[in-house]
């Protein structure tokens, strides 16, 4: 169970991804390509208490390839989501935890060519466990459509007992999942399409404006680079703003390699002027040092999530899969790897969000992201070990037994309160979250 919620972490802290349900065909149909399914949006969701909802995690793996869609379950008032969650205070940790207590998952819809779930799962760092039901709801040549779901709630349930009733809960989650599983079963399949596979090869080439305006042909800016990282950004996207002060350092050491960073702006066909200000303002405050151009819509089918990343020669073509998420720790080594000539078909490596078995992983977040360089202490009966998180906000332990062992943080970073609880791990190898407060 602690893996299959993993996936739910993994989905939040990578990327702030666009609606699965992405093209609209008929009422309430949708295709989605890269689950090669038209799938009718089931009537159980809008017709229940409180709020269940899809949402793309999109591709997990390609060799086999595995592509992902969560069905995301809150306890709370259909209707009310969006206003309970812009009514958050970041600074009142209660409310914010209470909040996300209220969220998990209700099932994972997984399509792939492996030859099971199993190896599926194996691919994005997951695994099947007793606790999980697996679902087998279609095939078309060589994918398989699954469903896994948790065989029991009773745990989230419980644990949302003083702030919704378990036992009106429990039934709208059964009648949503027995909806979304009837609309999986009906959904018209065939076979899939991985946008990030074919997207290798195409060119970058269209007529756009910087933000003042001015007319710029793209090539142009990739003409005197032996290669160019295309960041694409909005400033609705969290997370690409955060990782934009770091671009504007490796822009600094890609161009003495003769390669640099290029923005693509993405404001999905909003007007220039209603977002010109706000744009320039973010790029000044994050230090950006490279051109930035507007992204012309219908937006390319490989953008299913933003930051989304591509390497493209002078030409313009495209070199890589496209690295969705903020990745800033991968950026160097993918040109690198370009420039020495090596194969870069799929050079991203996949980040790390499951504790395997052997280890146990302590991500500390702020409510948002991950923080760097946090001091986590991890003791058992007789030792203390001590580590800092990395650029994801995790540290690693790997005891020689599962137990409940004891979770102090020792040190925080400028700009965040002291954290002076004391945590419990599981007594299996799983993962622990700590959110850190800002100083006051």
Not at 118 to 124: L, N
Not at 245 to 273: N, T
Not at 326 to 343: C, F, M, R, S, T
Request: charge should be negative; aromatic fraction near 10%.
């Amino acid at each position: 169970m602690k893996k299959f919620l993993a996936l739910l972490l993994a989905a939040v802290m990578l990327l702030a991804a666009l609606p699965v349900l992405a093209e609209e065909e008929a009422p309430n149909v949708y295709d989605m390509a890269e689950y090669g399914m038209k799938l009718t949006y089931p009537k159980e969701f809008d017709e229940a208490a409180y709020t269940p909802m899809l949402q793309d995690n999109g591709i997990g793996s390609h060799d086999p390839y595995v592509s992902l869609m969560l069905v995301m379950y809150y306890a709370i008032p259909n209707g009310e989501l969006a206003e309970r969650y812009n009514a958050l205070d970041e600074n009142d940790q209660e409310a914010v935890e209470n909040f996300y207590k209220l969220q998990t998952l209700l099932g994972i819809v997984i399509v792939t060519n492996a030859a099971s779930a199993e190896e599926a799962f194996t691919a994005v760092d997951g695994s099947i466990t007793d606790d999980l039901a697996v679902t087998e709801f279609g095939t078309v040549d060589d994918y398989h459509y699954y469903y896994i779901t948790p065989k029991s709630n009773d745990e989230f349930l419980a644990s949302i007992a003083d702030q919704a009733d378990p036992e009106k809960v429990g039934a709208d989650m059964e009648q949503a999942n027995n909806g979304m599983l009837k609309a999986l079963q009906d959904a018209e399949k065939y076979a899939p399409v991985d946008n990030l596979a074919t997207a290798i090869g195409t060119t970058i080439d269209f007529d756009t404006t910087d933000l003042d305006g001015n007319a710029i042909h793209v090539t142009d800016l990739f003409k005197d680079n032996k290669v160019t990282m295309i960041n694409f950004w909005g400033t609705w996207c969290p997370h690409c703003v955060d990782e934009m002060p770091e671009l504007a350092e490796i822009h600094k050491r890609l161009q003495e390699k003769g390669c640099g960073i290029v923005g693509f702006e993405y404001e999905q066909g909003e007007p220039l002027e209603s977002y010109k200000d706000d744009a320039v303002a973010l790029m000044q405050e994050c230090g950006t040092n490279y051109p930035n151009v507007l992204t012309p819509a219908p937006h390319y089918d490989f953008l299913t999530g933003f930051p989304c990343t591509v390497f493209v020669d002078s030409n313009g073509k495209i070199l890589t899969y496209p690295v969705l998420g903020p990745q800033v720790n991968q950026y160097e080594a993918i040109v690198d790897k370009i420039l020495a000539g090596e194969d870069v078909t799929n050079a991203v490596e996949p980040t790390e969000h499951m504790s395997g078995d052997g280890e146990y992983r302590i991500i500390v977040t702020d409510g948002e992201k991950p923080v760097e360089g946090v001091a986590v202490q991890f003791c058992d009966d007789t030792t203390c070990q001590v580590q800092m998180t990395d650029e994801n906000g995790v540290a690693t332990f790997r005891p020689e037994k599962p137990n409940d062992y004891d979770v102090h943080i020792l040190k925080v970073p400028d700009g965040f309160a002291e954290d002076t609880h004391s945590y419990k791990t599981e007594d299996t190898w799983s993962e622990l979250t700590i959110t850190l407060q800002k100083a006051q």
